[in-house]
């Protein structure tokens, strides 16, 4: 079965700074996606960012990044230049390919301070 | 705009009252999921559709029933018999064939409260 393990419930960051929202990941299927979202406090769903188990590259989109290691693995979300607006929720989740069920997190709360 | 819209945003029920939230989606997704959210805590499935007419029980479908006679719709009833229905519920969509069409793409959530 797949699992997900966010150790952090609560993170705090000094705007501008960069963060890492930790995520652990348990999986037997050889083919499987990690993915990230943002919930703020509207509880909308947002996704950040995707990475198959079979990229050699980590993902990046725009601020984000995804520091995956296979071998360890995690699946961490990085987020450079802290703003405001980043404070929220932050979910990890994964499915194995091509499978209908996403199994997420407990999730980490990030607040970003001025 | 292509998306997922759930409605209401806001419903109140009076306890044994069955309510029905609203899904719908133009992406031309396959799959659809209901998942609830209790404060503080993450997402809890309780049904997915692979398909028209055809749906699964998730992890939490007790109290629940769902429908999928149109691909752009998936509603979700809240029975009398679940017996603690105050949550977030959030709906969700994907193409499902492998790689990042396996990413789920959500509405905006309902907050049904029960009074």
């Known amino acids: 079965a797949q699992k997900i393990t966010q150790t952090q419930p609560g993170m705090f960051v000094q705007e501008k700074e960069a963060v890492t929202l930790d995520c652990t990941y348990d999986t037997s299927d050889p083919s499987y996606g990690l993915f990230w979202y943002k919930q703020p406090s509207s509880g909308e769903m947002i996704f950040l960012i995707y990475q198959g188990s079979y990229d050699q590259q980590n993902a990046t989109e725009g601020r984000y990044s995804l520091n995956f290691q296979k071998a360890r693995k995690s699946a961490n979300l990085v987020i450079s230049a802290s703003q405001l607006g980043d404070s929220a929720m932050y979910f990890c989740a994964t499915s194995n390919t091509g499978g209908f069920k996403t199994i997420f997190g407990a999730g980490t709360r990030l607040f970003v301070k001025a | 705009d292509g998306g997922i819209t759930q409605s209401p945003k806001y419903l109140f029920r009076k306890e044994g009252q069955n309510v029905t939230l609203s899904c719908e989606q133009n992406l031309n997704h396959d799959a659809m999921y209901w998942y609830r959210q209790d404060p503080g805590q993450g997402l809890r499935l309780i049904y997915y559709?692979?398909?028209?007419?055809?749906?699964q029980k998730g992890d939490i479908a007790e109290g629940y029933s769902v429908s999928r006679e149109k691909k752009e719709s998936f509603p979700l009833t809240v029975t009398s018999a679940q017996k603690n229905p105050t949550a977030f519920y959030l709906c969700?969509?994907?193409?499902?064939?492998?790689?990042?069409?396996?990413?789920?793409?959500f509405g905006p959530g309902t907050r049904l409260t029960v009074l």
């Open positions: 559709s692979q398909i028209v007419n055809d749906f």
């Open positions: 969700a969509s994907r193409i499902g064939t492998g790689g990042s069409t396996d990413t789920q793409y």
